[in-house]
């Protein structure tokens, strides 16, 4: 054997693009007939199918009577809502607006045992709001007092917007304005009652003449990430807001003469945190509240779980791809079949990318097969069983089936280039192994939350962020870490960081293709 | 079986593994990546001083969760290297009982892997004791001890499990995939599985799940298996992959 790069000789027929086209069908024939990748290759779909399509969680929605069935409200943007709080309310016909004074914003928190403890959550409301109706789910535009986000303006669920910071007390009350013109709702706060900054304006399309308005108090569930090495557990439970509010003054017509108080979408067996309720005070009110109006989430703080729970599977049909992948180069070099390959076609990187070409398409067609009926019919097998699912867009779907493809497909060329390079199936199978699934692994198990980030950053395992089927928002405290399935980079974008990955691989295996013997 | 035969074997499989290519570099591997991972977690978990929830020696341990990876390598390769070469015929033709060399490789890997393991988890905890406040665990408490002893049996146990693997389905990259998918798979999957029953379950039959527990030195009493029983499981396994592939060496031609 002579070395590669001086004996390279332009192939006698074809060039250009036919020549590669007839590389790939080499390597395609290459590939189809051998039987054990062919079989790998149907294994690693039946596997991802497999576990997506086997239950494994029970519920009890809908297990027990028209009554347990879970239905979230949806928002007028069609997304899934949490509208739970207490409502002192009175109609106002047309436009008006409402002003009050917040004195005093205190809580209760559950504790690990029965008990509970004074605190507040950071995203404990209270202040004034504008609703479309009683119904939940309605249309709305508040401005509130938060546990430890300051004074907000908050519409329609997912609008969220800052205003003054800090927190309230009878020292340094904050005061609250809500003013409502046509489809407009303008939110004001000041600290002393005369000087005004708006906080921010929602445009709530459709709102009728007659709404509801008055003060409101919620508390969203507290969760506590408990941090223990190989095991990362969750405290969490309901909490309790109670407001004091005075200095109530109304602008426009406020028809009603009384005001009436809800505690929209109470819950039917609501534990002593989740029962809230209001009084008239001296010139206001104190009202307490529990639950949260904003986006619903899935996870420690929400209900359910997501259409990302059915696609475990792909860690196992990885496996299979990245056997396959890696023995497709390597099984050359064990019958100096490599030798052959190389003197029917000596131009060498070439031939690497035909591989790549071929094993990428085989993978992306067989992870794309498994995916989409994991996604299409595992949430109906979940839903069965009694689990409440998130219901998600189809773009998201189709996101989630084709990430889920391109995820595999890359992996393989990265586990054919690590091959070529190593040259060892075995270690280069590892190699693959530990570097997408062992990082993924350690995300969800031992490792601190900011280190399985980090871990989730930098790794080939940063791709499985495109099986993130739910956003991550600001205004709803989660454990928004990947066993929930929350990853910190978006989803192409770790992607992305894979295909990096794959790239540096496949140039290292290159060059080294071209500079040693067969 | 002749005591002679078994020294003969064992000498021819010694000189097999010492001198095949790459056995040195991945005993080193095996001792570089585990304390590596093992000092990167504890100083990622490292908790202010005073107070701390995390199990110390556990943590310390942790990088036995990447060197099983190459401890598997090192074993799939005893074997898998005579396979591709061809050489498996030879060493038949020279030993002809099968359970012999089978019971040859399997001691003079776990040998190897006895003392790359027990170096290691030694310098693991060293390395943790660095990097950790005190108190650190310290190897007269019995718990700590069982799971330093632990861990290195760990490794021997993977050891014999990836051997066995790789003699029963003949192709190496196979075999490690097999391997690698028992005990990184089952983690996963037990965290998909919200059903408490089931994913006790899960963590009491999975070969890692199931065998880390032996590093568990506090909170002894939320292990889903206690930790020696769990080591058993593994034992389980790695005694099963042995039979089926001294069985399918006695059927089959090699």
């Known amino acids: ?518 | 079986m002749r005591p002679a035969g078994m020294r003969y074997a064992l000498h021819a499989e010694w000189t097999k593994l010492r001198t095949a290519p790459g056995t040195v570099w991945l005993v080193l591997a095996v001792i570089a990546l585990t304390v590596a991972m093992s000092a990167a977690v504890t100083a990622a978990a490292r908790c202010p001083a005073g107070g701390c929830a995390v199990d110390a020696a556990r943590t310390s341990l942790s990088g036995v969760e990447l060197g099983q990876a190459v401890v598997a390598i090192l074993a799939v390769l005893a074997i898998g290297g005579e396979y591709s070469t061809g050489m498996i015929r030879i060493t038949l033709t020279a030993m002809p009982r099968r359970t012999i060399v089978l019971a040859a490789k399997a001691v003079v890997l776990s040998g190897i892997v006895l003392v790359a393991g027990t170096i290691s988890v030694l310098a693991s905890l060293l390395a943790g004791r660095l990097i950790l406040p005190g108190p650190h665990p310290s190897l007269e408490d019995g718990s700590v001890l069982r799971a330093t002893v632990g861990s290195v049996l760990y490794l021997v146990l993977i050891a014999l499990l990836s051997l066995g693997t790789a003699i029963a389905v003949r192709d190496p990259a196979t075999a490690i995939g097999i391997v690698l998918g028992l005990l990184y798979l089952f983690p996963i999957v037990i965290h998909a599985v919200s059903d408490p029953d089931w994913q006790r379950h899960l963590e009491q039959v999975g070969p890692m799940s199931a065998g880390l527990t032996v590093q568990a030195t506090t909170h002894l009493s939320g292990l889903p298996i206690g930790p020696w029983a769990g080591l058993g499981v593994l034992a389980t396994w790695a005694a099963a992959a042995l039979l089926s592939a001294g069985l399918l060496l006695h059927l089959r031609d090699a």
């Open chain 1, 1 to 518: 054997m002579t070395a590669g790069t001086s004996t390279v000789e332009r192939e006698d027929t074809g060039t250009g693009r036919d020549g590669f086209a007839r590389l790939v069908r080499a390597e395609w024939t290459k590939f189809h007939t051998v039987r054990g990748w062919v079989i790998g290759m149907v294994a690693a779909a039946g596997v991802i199918m497999g576990l997506g399509l086997s239950p494994g969680r029970q519920g009890s929605c809908g297990q027990n009577g028209p009554d347990s069935v879970c239905a979230l409200p949806v928002g007028p943007g069609g997304q899934e809502v949490t509208d739970n709080f207490t409502f002192v309310r009175r109609p106002l016909a047309g436009d008006g607006g409402i002003t009050v004074r917040v004195t005093s914003l205190t809580g209760l928190l559950p504790t690990s045992g029965e008990g509970t403890r004074p605190g507040l959550v950071p995203w404990a409301k209270a202040g004034i709001i504008i609703k479309d109706g009683t119904r939940r789910g309605s249309a709305y535009a508040a401005i509130m007092v938060t546990g430890a986000h300051g004074v907000r303006m908050q519409d329609d669920y997912t609008h969220d917007t800052a205003g003054p910071p800090g927190g309230v007390s009878v020292a340094s009350p904050r005061w609250l304005r809500l003013t409502r013109s046509g489809d407009d709702v303008s939110g004001y706060a000041s600290s002393d009652g005369t000087h005004w900054a708006r906080v921010g304006t929602a445009r709530l399309a459709g709102l009728p003449a007659t709404v509801q308005a008055g003060p409101f108090a919620t508390s969203p569930q507290y969760t506590q990430v408990i941090n223990q090495p190989l095991s990362t557990g969750e405290v969490s439970g309901p909490s309790q807001a109670t407001a004091a509010l005075d200095h109530v003054t109304l602008q426009g017509a406020w028809p009603a003469a009384t005001w009436t108080g809800d505690e929209t979408g109470a819950f039917s067996n609501a534990s002593p945190l989740q029962r809230g309720g209001f009084q008239q005070t001296a010139g206001g009110f104190t009202v307490t509240g529990s639950g949260d109006i904003a986006p619903a989430v899935p996870g420690a703080a929400g209900l359910g779980t997501t259409i990302t729970q059915t696609l475990v599977g792909t860690f196992a049909g990885l496996i299979a791809m990245v056997v396959v992948a890696t023995m497709f180069i390597t099984a050359e070099y064990r019958r100096g079949l490599v030798r052959t390959t190389l003197t029917a076609s000596p131009r060498r990187g070439r031939i690497l990318a035909a591989k790549a070409v071929v094993i990428a398409a085989v993978t992306f067609v067989t992870g794309l097969a498994g995916a989409a009926v994991v996604v299409v019919f595992g949430p109906g097998v979940l839903r069965a069983n009694g689990v409440y699912v998130h219901a998600t867009t189809t773009f998201t779907e189709v996101r989630l089936v084709v990430g889920t493809a391109a995820l595999l497909a890359v992996a393989a060329v990265l586990a054919l280039a690590l091959g070529m390079v190593v040259r060892r199936g075995v270690i280069a199978v590892t190699a693959a192994v530990v570097v997408i699934v062992l990082p993924y692994l350690l995300a969800i198990t031992g490792l601190p939350t900011g280190a399985a980030r980090w871990l989730l950053r930098i790794t080939p395992a940063s791709a499985f962020a495109v099986q993130q089927s739910t956003p991550q928002y600001s205004q709803v405290d989660n454990v928004y870490t990947p066993v929930n399935g929350y990853f910190p980079l978006a989803p192409w974008a770790g992607f992305a960081v894979l295909c990096a990955w794959a790239a540096l691989a496949l140039g290292l295996a290159v060059l080294l293709f071209r500079r040693r013997d067969a």
